[in-house]
Every structure is written in structure tokens, then in C-alpha cells.
């Protein structure tokens, strides 16, 4: 699978509650909290980004919160992948689970500009930056994380193994 | 090559002899956790994989307690369909207004998580009830709606980081103190995905309030999870509240640690984190002078009747200042109950705070003390992130109850003997 994209940048520990402010959980509807997209740090930012756009960070991205909201949100306002330095452990595991594509590329994070366009190639292991020509390698997904994304997602899982065991 | 007590309580819940840092192993759960934000995508989840019944009835705990009592319509819905599930499903562990409490204080006090338990919860503090000697992690929705079908979490054994705690902590350093000292330390993703195992000659002094309050501030370090070992001190406080059986897991002598940190607890003072992250710590002395607008005294990091009878302590005979609302949050039923017996409610209403139903409300700005643009409150919850507690111009530093009943009295960040 290949993702295309232009980038926005954000900083180190970008949190859940600036992903999307608490005071929106009162919902869990994407196209709504998708409106409340990083809006404590860039109020506009829910209308600028387009469908397939990529968010590239630093380091702890998504740390705080354990709310299922912000990968939604974000997948809400048409972001097509995250590339961070690193993540925040429950923001990595909810994203496998319920299917943002999210990279751990910290050279990547480092030398990406606001506005380049990149091209992500899932098998590969590879981030093209189109607008400069780099070639960035993400780190490899363990072989249970694919296995979850090949069944499609943890419920399908999940319910392949409750089958087996009753 | 021996185990530490997070890896031996994963292998024992995955029917594995043992197993190392890294691999990824599918584990029973004890209890499954979800609260009034995010059970309602769980449900939602379980209901559309069709799942027929929850995996144990008596497994399942769902706690409304963020915006409850319902601050507005929408979350009255979010509620009530946890309230419907819970009838249809016939789980036992559903806390409606009158029972609830802020969930991290209140399922073990109910004697729900016990120690040796592997416990999952969808909400990032759920690695509270390490503090027993459990393995308790927070995850997210969908991993409860699998939990609650299949009984199962999938998990990457963490590393695990020993934090020798050596000394006695001086007058006003609570269990608070001493967790902000560390992540100001360490740092926001010091103990990113490993574990914080706590050891050392300091802990006979640290009570089961501040152990809870320890474990429970893991998550902003990082970690997966943070685990006090069993002793006298979380032997009489499961033999109080348990209501099943325990076991006791050790670390192994020779268990490997990623790295081990070494504090002498009789040196530090109480700590103060600054906006916008919990590892912006400065000992009280240092704080200069920062006037405030609101304290709140609660939540699932401090909203223990021990953190009460701290702030109490400080308030007795005192008036909270002028400019300053002071809003205090007892976690639970029964400490609220407690509370009023031992007079404290009282002594808090006459030093003109409020007391308000247990609730995280203002915690994480979700109702009953949320700030205006520029305002700043000292809180005793555990995050200070922009935006956390309202406006995202407004400010929270974070205390312990002493330091912020101080800050109440004084109208700006003090420590208790300034004002005592
Ligand atoms: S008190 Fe605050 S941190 Fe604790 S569960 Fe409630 S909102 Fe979360």
C-alpha cells in the first residue's frame, strides 16, 4: 500500500487534549470532533488540511489521553498517516486497532518540511520526500500488528478467536 | 535470567512460563474498564461485531464519572447507553449516580482490583491500581469492546526501569511530590512503553494514598505502567477492601532492568509542575510569585481522604483568599462520606471552598470549575496540558493538596509553611 500526501508539521509531545479538547467528548461522531482537529494549537487547522494530507511530528505524539477521539479525529479531518519521531503507547496501539496508518520515522521527523509532499510505502518500509528527493526508512511493524491489520482490525480478530475457542 | 514483576504478571496471565522485553502475547484480563467518554465507541464496537454476551459478567466495570452528573444532553446519552448496555448485558460492575465514583479510586476501594490482577481499562490512568502490585495498563476503546468479548488484551511486554526510592521524605512531601520529582526528571516520555518498577529502604514510608498517587501519574511519564511490590502496607489495605482472592508476584533477584534511578526522598521538597507539561517541576522554593484564580483539590491522582485530611490540615482556621475559588472533589461516595464525619466538609465550606459530588469535571475541564482565557488554577490532578482545565489561554500548575490549600489561602502559589 502506498500513501500520498502533503505535510503538516507539528512539534515534540503533541497531546491528545490539543488532538481534540475534552470539552468536545461528548461525542464520538468523527465528522464532528473531525471540525476540533488540533484546534488548541492551530485553530484553523480542521479547514486548511485536505483529504489524504500527512502529519509529521516529534517525538510522544498523542501522549495524554487514552480517548479513541483523537485517532478518530484525526482520520475524521482526512489525514491519511502520521509520521512522528515516536508515539505515545495507547495512541499507538488504538491507531492499529482501528486503522490510521501511523510511522515511526525519526529522520524523517526531523528533515520533513510543512508543505512537502511525501509518498509512503507500507511494504517497502520506505518515505519518499517528493518535494526534495530523500528517501527515509520507518521502523518495522511486528509481525502481530500486521497479522491484526490483515484480519482488519482487532474486532475481526478478536471474533476469529472467540469462534475457535467456544 | 530472572523476571521483573510486570513480566511475571503478564506470563501468569498468558499461561507462559516466562517471557521477555518486546514480545507480544495475547493475556487473560482480570477486570475491563471503561468510562462515560470512551465505553459508548466500545459499545458501539461490540455491538456491531454482534457479539452475544460479555465475556464474564462480573469482569466488566463501567464508571461514569467524567461529565457526570450529566453536564448536558449529549452526555446524558453517552450514559444512558452505557446504563442500557449494562442492563442488557447484566454486568455487575455498572456505577450509576449515587454509587459512582472517579473510577480509579473507587474499584479498588471496592476491593475490585486485587494484587497479581491484569487489569485493562479505556482511560489512560488505569495504571493506578499498580500501586497494588498489579499489572493495570490503559488502552483504548476498541480494545475493550475485544476485552469484553473475549476476555483477552493484546500486549507488548514492556522493559522495565527501577526507581530505588531511598530515605524518608520530609514534612508536606506527599506521594505527589515524588512522582512530579521523577517525571521532571526523566521527562513526558522518560519511561515511554516500559514499565516504572519502584524499589528501595523508602518505602515503608509511602502510604497505599501516595502509592496510588505514584502509579497513577505513570501514564505521564510514558509508561505502561508503574508497580509498587507487595508489603505490610498492601497487605492491610487488600485485607480491608479484597473481595477475592489475591496473589503475590515478586521480582526476581536477578530480574533485568533497562536502567535502574536511584532518589533520596529526605531531600526533596514539594514540587510545583508549570504549564504546559508535567515535567516542568520546581521545588516550591523556586516558584516566585504567580498569582492564581481557582485551586482544585480532587481527582483520581488526589482525591483520596488522605489528600483531604492533607489540605484540612492546612486550611484549619483559615479563609481561602479573596480572588481565589477553591473547588474540592472528594473521589468517591464513601470518602465524601468519611469526609463529612471527620468534619472536614465543613471546615472546607467555612473557609469559603465548595464541595462538590464526586466527579472529574474540571480535571479535564469538562464541567464545574473549567478557567476563562488567562486564568490560572493550582490543581491536584495530573495534568496540566493547554487547554486541560478550559480555555486553552488558561494555566494549571500541579500539587499536592497541602501546596494547593496553601496557594488557596495565600492567593498565589505558596507552600503550606508560608501560610501556617
Ligand atoms: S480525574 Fe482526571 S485524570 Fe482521573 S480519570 Fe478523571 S479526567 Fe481522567
Redesign the interface.
Known sequence: MKIEGRVWKFGD?V?T??II???Y????DPAELARHCM???DPEFSGKVSAGDIIVAG??FG???????AP?AIKGAGVSAVVAR?F???FY??SF??GLPIFEAPEAAERVNEGDELMIDMEAGTITNRTTGDVFTVEPV?R??RE?IDAG???E???G??KRSR | MGMTLTEKIIAAHAGLDRVEPGQ?V?AGVDLALGND??S??AI??FES?G?GEVFDTGKVALVPD??TPN??I??AE?VKMMRDFSRKFRIENFFDIGEMGIEHVLLPDRGLVVPGDLVI????H?CTYGALCAFSS??????L??AM??G?V?L?VPESILFLLEGKPGRWVEGKDIILYIIGDIG??GA??RSMEYGGSGLPHLTMAWRFTMANMA?EA?A?NGIFPFDAITREYTEKHAKRAFRVFEADGDARYADVKTYDLSTLEPQVAFPH?PENTRPISSVGNIEIDQVVIGSCTNGRIEDLRSAAEVLRGKRVHGNVRMIVIPATQEIYLHALREGLIELFVSAGGVVSTPTCGPC???HMG?LAEGERAVATTN?N????MGH?GSEVYLANPAVAAASAVAGRIAGPDEVL
Open positions: 509531545d497531546d487534549d490539543v479538547p475534552a470539552r467528548l461528548n461525542t464520538s484546534e488548541d494549537l517525538k510522544n501522549c495524554g489521553s487514552s480517548r479513541e477521539h478518530i515516536s505515545a503507547r495507547i496501539r488504538n486497532n482501528m511486528p502481530f500488528m491484526l482490525g482487532l474486532m480478530y478478536m471474533k478467536r472467540v | 507480544l495475547l467518554i470512551t459508548p465507541i458501539k464496537q461485531a457479539a467524567h461529565f453536564k448536558d449529549k452526555s453517552q481499562g479505556a482511560d489512560s488505569t490503559g488502552v483504548g476503546s476498541t480494545d469492546a475485544a468479548m473475549s483477552e493484546w507488548k513526558v516520555d515511554l512503553y501514564i510514558g505502561k507539561l479535564l475541564g469538562g473549567v495534568r496540558f493547554v487547554g486541560r486553552p
